[in-house]
């Protein structure tokens, strides 16, 4: 997917198999981007778990 710079995006996909202690990997194959954020991890979890993990303020759905 290409993104032009000051551009946002947004990614939404279906997990079949949520695991709380199972964290997901994501990344830029671009290395300054890695440096600046583009590198990280996520856990997927079912609804009602949020209090499980601690969801920042603003991203509740």
Do not use: K
Request: contains cysteine.
């Amino acid at each position: 997917m290409g993104i032009a710079a000051g551009q946002r995006s947004a990614t939404e996909t279906l997990w079949d198999h949520p695991h709380l202690n199972l964290p997901y990997m994501y990344h830029c194959h671009m290395l300054p981007h890695e440096d600046e954020g583009m590198m990280g991890q996520f856990v997927v979890i079912e609804r009602g778990q949020e209090a499980e993990v601690g969801v920042p303020a603003g991203h509740e759905r």
